[in-house]
């Protein structure tokens, strides 16, 4: 480890569960050299001591003082106002790390002013099998449906932290979604495409996980709070290009054609060779009974990319429905 080796600091809100032993060792297995492991006792005194050290890592214990329970964003800043790295990493007491968790994170190229990174996490079951991955490349604009990684797969530089970026004691769950969008007002977010985590999503009570671990009703409730919240940042988001393609998806799931339209006609100005606008809007305008418009926008997007097949098979399928071909409409 040389001097200029960022100090990285796996923080963990713990409730001294059974599973707590399993997270510190996956957070000392840690193959990145400098590494400190924050632990908050978010039940307080009732935790059990800690050992300074595991497997060579050092170990700090919070207790709250006064001594009490701590709420899921108490215990998450009181890790902030702990933490001495100057990267940070929430690892929830029933998550795990994987031992290239930290170095691919750091070593993955990095755009200019990221300060957020996150990679997948592998979804397990309650009985630990896994059932999928969660955590893809995305835009800001997604923060209004999900959010965009797992807290534990999520590694973020601590100047977001001295810019105010905090837990809103207002949010006793979904608290990390706010947080997650209060960090992208500041910053770009990069996903690294591995999965480095194991999320146990299903086990808990929070009701902000899956299966037994999930409440839909809290959900619902608790989202609305956070686009109140942040309803002038969404606003500002969503007329970015990607958000508008990623809004017109929605709506043509929804049946919205007419919104759709407009969304894609907004992101097509702004981006007037986007391939995937342009079959999504063609397709719209199919469905909307503009055949002239979807033929058009269809065969352009097929010239500037004639190795799409997804864009042949759709401008093959308008002119099957419709009787019509698109050489009838002239060339642009």
Same mark, same amino acid.
């Given at each position: 480890? $040389?001097?200029? $080796?960022?100090?990285?600091?796996?923080?963990?809100? #713990?409730?001294?569960?059974?599973?707590l032993d399993r997270a510190l060792a996956s957070a000392a297995a840690q193959t990145w050299p400098a590494i400190e492991i924050v632990v908050v006792a978010a039940c307080g005194a009732a935790h059990r001591d800690l050992p300074e050290r595991i497997d060579g890592r050092p170990v700090r214990?919070?207790?709250?003082?006064?001594d009490r329970r701590l709420t899921r964003p108490e215990a998450a800043n009181a890790c902030l106002d702990a933490a001495r790295g100057q990267w940070l990493n929430f690892l929830d007491d029933d998550d795990e790390l994987l031992p290239e968790h930290v170095r691919t994170l750091l070593e993955?190229?990095?755009?200019?002013?990221?300060?957020?990174?996150?990679?997948?996490?592998?979804?397990?079951?309650?009985?630990? #099998?896994?059932?999928?991955?969660?955590?893809?490349?995305?835009?800001?604009?997604?923060?209004?449906?999900?959010?965009?990684?797992?807290?534990?797969?999520?590694?973020?530089?601590?100047?977001?932290?001295?810019?105010?970026?905090?837990?809103?004691?207002?949010?006793?769950?979904?608290?990390?979604?706010?947080?997650?969008?209060? %960090?992208?007002?500041? $910053?770009?977010?990069?996903?690294?495409?591995?999965? $480095?985590?194991?999320?146990?999503?299903?086990?808990?009570?929070?009701?902000?996980?899956?299966?037994?671990?999930?409440?839909?009703?809290?959900?619902?409730?608790?989202?609305?709070?956070?686009?109140?919240?942040?309803?002038?940042?969404?606003?500002?988001?969503?007329?970015?290009?990607?958000?508008?393609?990623?809004?017109?998806?929605?709506?043509?799931?929804?049946?919205?054609?007419?919104?759709?339209?407009? %969304?894609?006609?907004?992101?097509?100005?702004?981006?007037?060779?986007?391939?995937?606008?342009?079959?999504?809007?063609?397709?719209? %305008?199919?469905?909307?009974?503009?055949?002239?418009?979807?033929?058009?926008?269809?065969?352009?997007?097929?010239?500037?990319?004639?190795?799409?097949? #997804?864009?042949?098979?759709?401008?093959?399928?308008?002119?099957?429905?419709?009787?019509?071909?698109?050489?009838?409409?002239? #060339?642009?």
């Amino acid at each position: 480890m $040389t001097d200029d $080796t960022p100090l990285v600091s796996i923080l963990i809100r #713990s409730m001294d569960r059974p599973t707590l032993d399993r997270a510190l060792a996956s957070a000392a297995a840690q193959t990145w050299p400098a590494i400190e492991i924050v632990v908050v006792a978010a039940c307080g005194a009732a935790h059990r001591d800690l050992p300074e050290r595991i497997d060579g890592r050092p170990v700090r214990l919070i207790r709250p003082d006064p001594d009490r329970r701590l709420t899921r964003p108490e215990a998450a800043n009181a890790c902030l106002d702990a933490a001495r790295g100057q990267w940070l990493n929430f690892l929830d007491d029933d998550d795990e790390l994987l031992p290239e968790h930290v170095r691919t994170l750091l070593e993955a190229p990095r755009g200019e002013g990221v300060r957020l990174l996150y990679s997948s996490a592998r979804v397990h079951d309650v009985d630990g #099998s896994l059932i999928g991955y969660s955590g893809r490349a995305g835009f800001h604009m997604q923060l209004y449906n999900q959010n965009r990684s797992q807290p534990v797969a999520t590694l973020f530089h601590r100047s977001l932290v001295e810019e105010g970026a905090r837990f809103d004691p207002s949010f006793p769950v979904y608290e990390d979604h706010d947080f997650f969008i209060n %960090c992208a007002t500041r $910053t770009r977010f990069q996903w690294v495409q591995a999965a $480095t985590c194991i999320w146990n999503g299903a086990i808990g009570d929070s009701g902000c996980g899956y299966g037994p671990n999930a409440n839909e009703p809290q959900r619902e409730a608790y989202y609305a709070r956070l686009r109140e919240k942040w309803a002038p940042q969404f606003e500002q988001w969503k007329n970015e290009p990607e958000a508008l393609i990623y809004l017109a998806q929605h709506h043509l799931k929804e049946g919205d054609l007419k919104l759709a339209i407009r %969304c894609l006609e907004r992101a097509l100005v702004q981006r007037p060779d986007d391939l995937n606008a342009l079959n999504l809007y063609g397709m719209a %305008c199919f469905h909307d009974g503009r055949i002239d418009a979807a033929l058009d926008v269809l065969s352009y997007a097929a010239k500037l990319a004639p190795d799409q097949p #997804s864009i042949a098979a759709n401008l093959a399928l308008v002119e099957q429905r419709s009787g019509r071909s698109a050489a009838s409409l002239g #060339s642009r």
